[in-house]
């Protein structure tokens, strides 16, 4: 019988202090929360008064004037399309790819299984907490179960079940991101109840503050298609989550390979062309800001592949296939959120410091912080997502050929407030559903069969029958 | 009867059947393994983190000969594997007790 490896013992005992810690947590987020919501209800009941008759004049106008857009809804159509096809199969196939053959078809389950739980919670009350009418930190419950949408429905000129089928698919592969930190070694059952709880604490309601009329939004945040929503959220949250597993056993000095570094490729590059759908189809448009979103987005993954690529080829000797898809993925991450703003010009500097960053920061995250998060989802996702949500406010100034940002430093401080606050939530519900679930359904697979693999551990099946 | 166990690079799988088609050994087994010797392993490295493989890909051939053959099937064997580089392989002659060939039920030489 094998013992488990010595990192994992440290972590069991650390929770007694981590309850502590996270009561305290808990009573004082709650209570920011409350007075919150109740300075926001005050305001708007105040407001509510003088403007009824007008807003009502107004709505009218606009429920009879905003008629369908025929393109925009079809590129919209296709943009969820490309979305839902990142994750299924060009994430999976991008994780499944990096990991030991014994473990590849769990990869693809967890993010087969957390497509499917996203899909059902997004109906079930996860669109309404994002983007219904509610307070500053959260939506309301109007379209519990998605009450009151019809075919009628509106979302500006699209179909309101286009934008929650194009939205769903954002809530798909955001959780699937995390995976990356903890393969090989957790649970089926915590993966899936982390990534519901998650789901439900970290991702709806900050959508609800960067997309959905919250807070964030009211104060001007940029995040065009995520860096802030998608890649901050997940790569903070990978990283607690992958020192809370524990390593891999054999964490660091005695690793495996890859087992399929051409599968790695193959599903980055269905992630580089579903991209386009995640970047111009946040523009929620066919129109010429999502021509410029696309070209951006692209130019961003091409620089930023070749810098890695080459920084590679400078320290050991050879450029290699996994890196520079590695490369790829930083640089579309890091333009995500300034897609919207940054022009060719800016995407070749994001795209060239997202190389450069990245690429250290893996070996920083692993070496350093000595965190397993074994497929470096805070180093590329994180990061990236970080760095873009910053610098568009730079290079989204007309001074670097892009658009929509006129006072830098009011921008990036605005950024900068958007970035912590998020960070820190994310940081917080993490370790209280780190705790649930440590306290359910426990967090990691036993050492036999972290070592004999989760394929047949877990489900069963093997991923491949040579003979 | 012997039998000839060599392990040696996997692309030189080709050449050393050749070689011993030449010398009338007209039967071999072979399989993936793979092992190491004094070659060590290699060092791969994935996105800043250093890997140390210590297993190399080998191919294994096995075949089992009548004494005569042994010394010419082996330097068949060594001449085609050789590389002159580290990892080139080795070869063992071992003794076979009995050999039965299944459909006819043969056995000793007349199994070969």
Redesign the interface.
Known sequence: MLSPPHDTVSYYQQQPTLMKKLLSIVSFLTLICASGTLIAEEAIAEQTTDSVAAVAETAEAIVETTALSAGNTAWMLTATVLVLFMTLPGLALFYGGLVRAQNFLSVLMHCFAIACLASVLWVAGLYSIAFADGCAWAGGLEHLGLKGITTASMAGDIPETVFIMFQMTFAIITPGLIVGAFVERMKFTAILLFSGLWLILVYAPVTHWVWGGGWLMERGTIDLAGGIVVHATAGISALLLAKFVGPRDGFPKKLHVPHSPGLVMVGASMLWVGWFGFNAGSQLAANEAAGMTMLVTHISAAVASLTWMTIEWIKTGKPGLVGIVTGMVAGLATITPASGNVGPLGAILLGFLAGCVCYFMCGFVKAKLKIDDTLDVFAVHGVGGIMGTLLVAVFGTAAFGGSGVDDMVGQLTTQVIALAAVIAWSAVATVIIVVICKITTGLRVSSEDEISGLDSAEHGETAYHLE | MKLIKAIVKPFKLDEVKEALSEVGVTGLTASEVKGFGRQKGHT??????E???DFLPKTMIETVVEDDVVEAAVDAIVKAAKTGKIGDGKVFVLPVESAIRIRTEESGGEAL
């Not at chain 2, 791969?44 to 983190?49: L, N, V």
């Open positions: 791969e490295i994935y996105r800043g983190s890997y140390t493989v």
